[in-house]
């Protein structure tokens, strides 16, 4: 049995096919259309809803509000959280103030992509004390609109954010706190529909116990690749275990040596310590798909699906990051770059899952750049990416890691590359080299995304650009390249 709140309503589901979407379950189960389906893949944000969270700020008990692509989440991850859609919004007859900023602005055309940017908007005004421009385009990049051209949205954002007043949510928040507490997960939950169920267990002991009773099962994390197979293949899924309520895989660790980040944490929340450390995989962060996805998707699981254009990866390769698998009792701990073995094969054990990731912290000298080349600056997957971990000292290089991402069937380290890098003096005819060699490391693939020709080239220019940031730091610029 899971419980969740729907905006303030308690809902429980015991008998629901696990497989279920959230939007359909709106959309079909509960009669509530104002969520829209324009996907069913996480790009265009029409299915956006919000989740709250219980939280605490400052010391301060509250609700964390958070936006969601509903077509990627699967009802039982709902599990003690709080449902808000555009349904909810509306209090005592009168629009919600992000929904009458939308109207003064003239924000909607066709309407069909309206409900989501509403979401967008609400989740933006809870979580700003004014309006910003850069955090609006941050938030509605994955709400894609055919009719406004966006100016008056933001115009939108900007009424909202700027006259901010107390609502319904603010009003109820002890009572929501309340009842998010009653229904707080204190055991293992099950949906199960007789043929298909889901798991939530609470710990990692539980859930090395559960897995290795079940090995078939599919770990649900932040679904944001998993619910693909659902919504655009059609598949069906028998058996899931839901991760999300285990806190030790949702912590992040810093000590002096190394950022140790749990599988579970979700991609928005791993930013503000690896943007602090490398301010280049902060900047890749921002372009990793929309905020709805990094809100919902986990940095484990971005490694766990092992896709050769994963943006996380090659960033992590190149750093040197470990990985610390677990089955049952015994844990062992891996580089990253020995995870992957081949297209979609890993070195993971049968009910053997990803607990954690150890990303070692910078040491003197050491400089790390980080590079997405895609067709969209936002939400787009990358044709190429490229790390570079590099130490040079008094114009030699002591030495390189580098790996790139849509080179190979894998995220995979230039070896070649690196050899003709290491104790050689920092100058252009060594980058040449190092970029003839990256023929040997690599024969990229050609597919929609780019030809093979343009992959190489530009994963040599990658490392020309490089150089030429490391050669003049006062000019430098690590905004991520795109084309």
Same mark, same amino acid.
């Given at each position: 049995?899971?419980?969740?709140?729907?905006?303030?309503?308690?809902?429980?589901?015991?008998?629901?096919?696990?497989?279920?979407?959230?939007?359909?379950?709106?959309?079909?189960?509960?009669?509530? @259309?104002?969520?829209?389906?324009?996907?069913?893949?996480?790009?265009?944000?029409?299915?956006?809803?919000?989740?709250?969270?219980?939280?605490?700020?400052?010391?301060?008990?509250?609700?964390?509000?958070?936006?969601?692509?509903?077509?990627?989440?699967?009802?039982?991850?709902?599990?003690?959280?709080?449902?808000?859609?555009?349904?909810?919004?509306?209090?005592?007859?009168?629009?919600?103030?992000?929904?009458?900023?939308?109207?003064?602005?003239?924000?909607?055309?066709?309407?069909?992509? /309206?409900?989501?940017?509403?979401?967008?908007?609400?989740?933006?005004?809870?979580?700003?004390?004014s309006f910003s421009k850069a955090e609006t385009m941050e938030a509605l990049a994955g709400n894609l609109c055919r009719c406004t051209g966006y100016r008056p949205i933001i115009d939108a954002a900007e009424q909202a954010c700027c006259q901010k007043q107390p609502d319904q949510f603010d009003v109820f928040e002890a009572q929501t706190i309340a009842q998010l507490k009653a229904i707080a997960p204190a055991e293992t939950a099950e949906l199960n529909s007789g043929d298909k169920r889901c798991l939530l267990p609470l710990t990692v002991a539980d859930l090395a116990d559960i897995y290795a009773a079940n090995p078939e099962a599919r770990l649900l994390a932040g679904c944001t690749d998993l619910a693909l197979e659902v919504t655009q293949f059609h598949r069906e899924l028998p058996v899931m275990i839901y991760v999300g309520h285990i806190e030790s895989m949702k912590r992040i660790e810093v000590t002096e040596r190394s950022i140790e980040i749990g599988a579970a944490t979700a991609l928005?929340?791993?930013?503000?310590?690896?943007?602090?450390?490398? @301010?280049?995989?902060?900047?890749?962060?921002?372009?990793?798909?929309?905020?709805?996805?990094?809100?919902?998707?986990?940095?484990?699981?971005?490694?766990?699906?092992?896709?050769?254009?994963?943006?996380?990866? @090659?960033?992590?390769?190149?750093?040197?990051?470990?990985?610390?698998?677990?089955?049952?009792?015994?844990?062992? /701990?891996?580089?990253?770059?020995?995870?992957?073995?081949?297209?979609?094969? /890993?070195?993971?054990?049968?009910?053997?899952?990803?607990?954690?990731?150890?990303?070692?912290?910078?040491?003197?000298?050491?400089?790390?750049?980080?590079?997405?080349?895609?067709?969209?600056?936002?939400?787009?997957?990358?044709?190429?990416?490229?790390?570079?971990?590099?130490?040079?000292?008094?114009?030699?290089?002591?030495?390189?890691?580098?790996?790139?991402?849509?080179?190979?069937?894998?995220?995979?380290?230039?070896?070649?590359?690196?050899?003709?890098?290491?104790?050689?003096?920092?100058?252009?005819?060594?980058?040449?080299?190092?970029?003839?060699?990256?023929?040997?490391?690599?024969? @990229?693939?050609?597919?929609?995304?780019?030809?093979?020709?343009?992959?190489?080239?530009?994963?040599?220019?990658?490392?020309?650009?490089?150089?030429?940031?490391?050669?003049?730091?006062?000019?430098?610029?690590?905004?991520?390249?795109?084309?």
């Amino acid at each position: 049995m899971i419980q969740f709140l729907l905006n303030r309503e308690l809902r429980t589901e015991q008998q629901l096919d696990p497989n279920v979407t959230v939007l359909n379950y709106l959309r079909e189960h509960l009669a509530k @259309p104002g969520t829209k389906e324009g996907c069913a893949s996480g790009d265009c944000g029409a299915c956006t809803v919000v989740v709250g969270e219980l939280a605490n700020v400052d010391g301060r008990e509250c609700v964390r509000y958070r936006t969601l692509n509903s077509c990627l989440t699967f009802v039982a991850s709902l599990h003690g959280k709080q449902l808000i859609t555009v349904e909810d919004l509306k209090h005592q007859g009168k629009l919600h103030s992000v929904q009458q900023a939308m109207v003064d602005c003239h924000g909607s055309q066709c309407g069909f992509c /309206t409900p989501g940017f509403v979401m967008s908007l609400f989740a933006l005004q809870k979580n700003s004390s004014s309006f910003s421009k850069a955090e609006t385009m941050e938030a509605l990049a994955g709400n894609l609109c055919r009719c406004t051209g966006y100016r008056p949205i933001i115009d939108a954002a900007e009424q909202a954010c700027c006259q901010k007043q107390p609502d319904q949510f603010d009003v109820f928040e002890a009572q929501t706190i309340a009842q998010l507490k009653a229904i707080a997960p204190a055991e293992t939950a099950e949906l199960n529909s007789g043929d298909k169920r889901c798991l939530l267990p609470l710990t990692v002991a539980d859930l090395a116990d559960i897995y290795a009773a079940n090995p078939e099962a599919r770990l649900l994390a932040g679904c944001t690749d998993l619910a693909l197979e659902v919504t655009q293949f059609h598949r069906e899924l028998p058996v899931m275990i839901y991760v999300g309520h285990i806190e030790s895989m949702k912590r992040i660790e810093v000590t002096e040596r190394s950022i140790e980040i749990g599988a579970a944490t979700a991609l928005s929340d791993c930013y503000a310590v690896l943007a602090q450390d490398y @301010p280049d995989f902060g900047e890749l962060l921002h372009r990793f798909a929309s905020l709805q996805i990094r809100n919902q998707g986990t940095l484990g699981g971005n490694i766990g699906n092992a896709s050769p254009i994963g943006d996380a990866p @090659p960033l992590l390769i190149a750093l040197g990051a470990q990985i610390v698998l677990r089955k049952g009792a015994e844990s062992r /701990t891996l580089s990253l770059e020995d995870y992957f073995i081949d297209y979609k094969v /890993t070195a993971r054990q049968e009910a053997e899952f990803i607990e954690k990731i150890i990303v070692p912290r910078p040491q003197a000298n050491q400089a790390f750049r980080a590079y997405k080349v895609s067709k969209r600056l936002d939400d787009d997957i990358s044709a190429v990416c490229a790390a570079f971990n590099l130490k040079v000292v008094d114009g030699t290089v002591q030495t390189a890691r580098i790996a790139f991402g849509g080179m190979a069937a894998i995220p995979k380290r230039a070896s070649a590359c690196e050899a003709v890098l290491k104790g050689a003096a920092w100058y252009p005819e060594i980058i040449e080299q190092a970029c003839a060699a990256l023929a040997e490391d690599f024969t @990229p693939l050609s597919d929609f995304r780019a030809s093979k020709e343009y992959r190489l080239l530009t994963a040599q220019n990658l490392l020309r650009k490089c150089f030429l940031e490391l050669q003049a730091p006062e000019v430098e610029t690590r905004v991520t390249a795109y084309v």
